[in-house]
C-alpha cells in the first residue's frame, strides 16, 4: 500500500517562507516523477511543481516560478517544496503526488497523471 505523509504547512505572513515534506512508503519514488499541487478553496486542483525522475530539470507553474524550489531525496524516499517570499495567493492546501508511470518519458503536468496523493497540507498567508 502506497502512502504519503506530508509536513511542514502552516500560517505565515507574506515574505516569509515555508518548506514542505512528503514522505512515501511503499514505493520507492527513485524511478518515478513527484509534483506538488494545490487547491485553493472554489478552485480546481493545479500544478505547482514536478520533480522527474530523472532528476535533471524541475518544472514549475509560472506563478510560483523563482519562489519555490521543489527537490528530493531518493534515501529518504522524500520529495520537498521550499516556499519562499509568500503572498495571499499562494494561500492552498497542498498535496504531494506519486506519478501513475514507472520511468515516465515526458512530463506529467496533470492530476490525472499521478496515482497518489498524501492527504495535504494548509498552507495560509496573511498580508
Known amino acids: 500500500q502506497v502512502q504519503l505523509v506530508e509536513s511542514g504547512g502552516g500560517m505565515v505572513q507574506a515574505g516569509d517562507s515555508l518548506r514542505l515534506s512528503c514522505t512515501v512508503s511503499g514505493r520507492t519514488i527513485s524511478t518515478y516523477s513527484m509534483a506538488w499541487f494545490r487547491q485553493a478553496p472554489g478552485k480546481e486542483r493545479e500544478f505547482v511543481a514536478i520533480s522527474p525522475w530523472t532528476g535533471t530539470v524541475q518544472f514549475y507553474a509560472d506563478s510560483v516560478k523563482g519562489r519555490f524550489t521543489i527537490s528530493r531525496d531518493n534515501a529518504e524516499n522524500t520529495v520537498y517544496l521550499q516556499m519562499d517570499s509568500l503572498r495571499p495567493d499562494d494561500t492552498a492546501v497542498y498535496y504531494c503526488?506519486?506519478?501513475?508511470?514507472?520511468?515516465?518519458?515526458?512530463?506529467?503536468?496533470?492530476?490525472?497523471?499521478?496515482?497518489?496523493w498524501g492527504q495535504g497540507t494548509q498552507v495560509t498567508v496573511s498580508s
Open positions: 503526488a506519486v506519478d501513475r508511470s514507472l520511468r515516465r518519458v515526458w512530463v506529467p503536468k496533470l492530476a490525472t497523471h499521478y496515482a497518489y
